[in-house]
């Protein structure tokens, strides 16, 4: 079952003042049909940089996709089931397709997960462990270690039997 994630969001009110416009479980979640278990929970958008803060829309009422928009980021939790539970029973070009990244998977690679976004990601481990893989090996990321992914192909894999939560505030950023 995929963890529920409280969201509170602050902005302001007809008279400037800060108020709270969203307190609730985030709605904008997708759990990967090819990839059972493994869910992206959507927190927040931005599609500018410097950011807008004017509005008072919900800047994630939209289809969750793996990249944010250019000069935006997103901020997301991602939950990871241990390998076993899905890890060699993906189709991997379904997987990346339903996140609008067909092309991020990279297929010449020998792990079928690994891939490459235009992002500069900043992941916190909130629960669990998790490899983070590159080309040249892999480390071995526990409860409040922080990886900064800088464009690189990379993969994930959780060995242990229980899930592992990632926090990620993934930023768009020039190809490598």
């Not at 940089?49 to 996709?65: E, G, Q, T, Y």
Request: with cysteine.
């Amino acid at each position: 079952m995929v963890l529920k994630i409280r969201r509170v969001v602050s902005g302001h009110d007809a008279q400037g003042r800060s108020t709270v416009l969203f307190d609730g479980y985030a709605t904008n979640v997708k759990e990967m049909e090819s990839m059972p278990g493994l869910a992206l929970t959507d927190l927040w958008e931005t599609d500018t940089s410097p950011v807008d803060n004017s509005s008072n829309d919900d800047a994630v009422a939209r289809p969750v996709r793996l990249e944010p928009p250019p000069n935006g980021s997103i901020f997301r939790m991602v939950e990871f089931p241990p390998d076993g539970a899905w890890r060699d029973k993906t189709d991997v070009e379904k997987a990346f397709g339903s996140i609008g990244a067909p092309t991020a998977h990279q297929s010449a690679s020998g792990d079928p997960l690994m891939h490459r976004t235009d992002t500069i990601d900043y992941l916190v481990v909130v629960k669990g462990e998790i490899y983070a893989i590159l080309d040249t090996g892999e480390v071995l990321l526990r409860p409040g270690d922080v990886f900064v992914q800088r464009g690189t192909v990379h993969s994930w894999s959780v060995r242990g039997n229980e899930p592992c939560l990632l926090a990620a505030i993934l930023i768009n950023a020039h190809p490598v």
